[in-house]
């Protein structure tokens, strides 16, 4: 009787590995049908798909610089539920075409130039402006501003790459440059701190914004370049916090002298401390972090050729040495691409974000010259496209390799 009971439990075991082994090893379907990731392959592979699946197929096919013939972006997204009869439209890339996307690296590039942003919507100034002169902008007009750059085929880039000559941008779109002055505290302003000790950021200042847009177009390579004095971002408690989150989230922070002095009425001595006592203070906060580039306060000098210029570009201050790399004017239309020869980091101009119906020079104005000169990207950083007619253009400073069409 023993010996049945053993050979009975023996038996009951068999069977469970056996049940245990057809439910791991045999293949288990699954009724639902999920959306594959076809960008990189070819047409014919998303036609076998789209037949096996019964989907309703379009191709749209688009120059830039993506590898010919094959897929770079399809409407349904990967791992999405699809079911019969849904609409699938797919991509495929003729390959850059640079004379129909009208490729061309020596066009200008826009430095915009902006200071506060308020949160405001009765304002008595024209358009976006919360002051005469437009130096200050409300949350409203600085969202239409980055709505209306993205819709216009600019993409943005970190100011120093520009300067340095590095110009990451899709095929077929144009990089702009976003730049902030004074460190006023609606451009990060902090309303507490979290559970964890990290800083809390007002949705509706111009970091809150920017972080907005950055979650709203990934494509839009959002981030900006913020120019301080003396008193950082002017939220003592916060300020430390402040510029470690910048740099750590993608930003740029650079010298607007120490308490924005206006160089055409200091001496040489008070030139060298202005700047050098800015980035020591920098040194002090985020040591290796920020950009070597300096905002002149005022716009001043207002030529190079003053007594005091070359002390922002070089000097030594309580014994550190310091170096300016470049320098942004109050200018009022944009700087030429690194690689033309009228390029000159030393004294970039910058547009005034402003609005003024399209006169002296504001937005409006701007952007319209720029449809008839502006630097519009081949989609390789490491070379430089021009039209054959505009060689003469070119000043290759960074050595790439230059092609024409």
């Known amino acids: 009787m023993k010996k049945i009971n053993k050979v009975l439990i023996v038996l009951i075991v068999l069977v469970i590995l056996v049940f245990v082994a057809i439910y791991f090893l045999i293949p288990k379907t699954d009724s639902k049908n999920l959306m594959i ?12 798909f789209a037949d096996k699946h019964n989907l309703n197929l379009e191709f749209k096919e688009e120059s830039n610089s993506y590898e010919k013939d094959k897929i770079f972006k399809q409407s349904i997204e990967v791992n999405s539920e699809i079911n019969e009869n849904d609409n699938l439209i797919i991509y495929i890339s003729k390959g850059i075409n640079y004379e129909e996307l ?5 066009g200008n590039v826009p430095i915009m130039m902006y200071h506060g942003i308020h949160n405001i919507t009765d304002n008595e100034y024209t358009g976006g402006n919360v002051d005469k002169d437009g130096y200050q902008r409300t949350t409203e007009a600085f969202k239409n501003d980055l709505e209306f750059y ?8 970190r100011l120093e790459d520009y300067v340095n000559g590095i110009i990451d941008v899709e095929a077929g779109y144009s990089p702009i440059i976003i730049t902030f002055d004074d460190g006023l505290s609606n451009n990060l302003k902090v309303t507490g701190l979290d559970s964890d000790g990290n800083i809390i950021i007002d949705p509706n200042c111009a970091v809150g914004v920017l972080e907005s847009f950055k979650q709203k177009y990934p494509d839009y390579n959002v981030t900006a370049t913020f120019f301080i004095n003396g008193g950082l971002f002017n939220q003592s408690e916060y300020n430390e916090k402040i510029l470690n989150w910048l740099v750590d989230n993608g930003y740029d922070i650079g010298n607007h002298t120490y308490s924005h002095v206006d160089f055409t009425t200091v001496s040489k001595d008070k030139s060298v401390q202005e700047v050098g006592s800015m980035y020591n ?26 007594e005091n210029f070359n002390s922002i570009l070089s000097g030594v201050y309580n014994d550190k040495e310091y170096n300016t790399i470049a320098t ?17 980091k030393t004294f970039l101009k910058r547009i005034r974000a402003y609005d ?6 504001d937005i409006e104005m701007n952007f319209d010259i720029l449809e008839n000169n502006r630097y519009i990207s081949d989609g390789d950083k490491n070379t430089i496209t021009i039209p054959k007619a505009k060689e003469d253009k070119i000043n290759n400073l960074y050595n790439l390799n230059v092609k024409t069409y």
């Open 281 to 306: 203070l920098l040194d002090k906060y985020i040591p290796g972090k920020y950009v070597n580039i300096v905002a002149l306060p005022f716009g001043s000098p207002y030529d190079k050729d003053h």
């Open 37 to 48: 990731d076809l960008v990189g392959k070819t047409k014919e592979e998303a036609i076998i």
């Open 356 to 361: 003024n119906n399209g006169k002296e020079f």
């Open 150 to 157: 993205y819709d216009s085929g600019y993409r943005m880039i």
């Open 102 to 106: 009208k490729v061309d690296e020596s």
């Open 328 to 344: 942004l004017r109050v200018g009022w239309e944009a700087d030429y691409s690194p690689f033309n020869k009228n390029f000159d």
